[in-house]
Nanobody, 116 residues
Framework: QVQLVESGGGLVQPGGSLTLSCTAS????????MGWYRQAPGKERELVAF????????NYAESVKGRFTISRDNAANTVYLQMNDLKPEDTAVYYC???????????WGQGTLVTL
C-alpha cells in the first residue's frame, strides 16, 4: 500500500505562483512514477504532469507547459509541482498520483484545491 499526502493548495491571484507538495509513504519501493492530475468543476480529471522515479523523464499537459514544473526529492519521497503564471482556468482540485509496479497500480491523494 502507498499513502499520498498533498499540501500547498490555496487561493492565489492570476499571474501568481503556488507550489504543491505530495509525500508518499508505505510501499514506496514499488512506485515507478508520480504525477499530478486536476479536476475542474464539471470537467473530467486530467493529467497535469508526471515524473519517473529516476526523475529523468517529466511530461506535461500542453496547457501547462512553460508554466508548471514537476520535480521530486527521492530522499524525502516527495514530488512537487511548481505552478507559475497561474490562470483562472487552472482552478481545480489537484490530485497527487502514484503509479506502482504492483497492484493496484494506481494510488491517489485526497486532493488539494487551487483557486484563482
Amino acid at each position: 500500500q502507498v499513502q499520498l499526502v498533498e499540501s500547498g493548495g490555496g487561493l492565489v491571484q492570476p499571474g501568481g505562483s503556488l507550489t504543491l507538495s505530495c509525500t508518499a509513504s508505505g510501499s514506496i519501493i514499488n512506485i515507478n512514477a508520480m504525477g499530478w492530475y486536476r479536476q475542474a468543476p464539471g470537467k473530467e480529471r486530467e493529467l497535469v504532469a508526471f515524473i519517473t522515479t529516476a526523475g529523468s523523464t517529466a511530461n506535461y499537459a500542453e496547457s501547462v507547459k512553460g508554466r508548471f514544473t514537476i520535480s521530486r526529492d527521492n530522499a524525502a519521497n516527495t514530488v512537487y509541482l511548481q505552478m507559475n503564471d497561474l490562470k483562472p482556468e487552472d482552478t481545480a482540485v489537484y490530485y497527487c498520483h502514484a503509479n506502482t509496479i504492483t497492484t493496484p497500480y494506481n494510488y491517489w491523494g485526497q486532493g488539494t484545491l487551487v483557486t484563482l
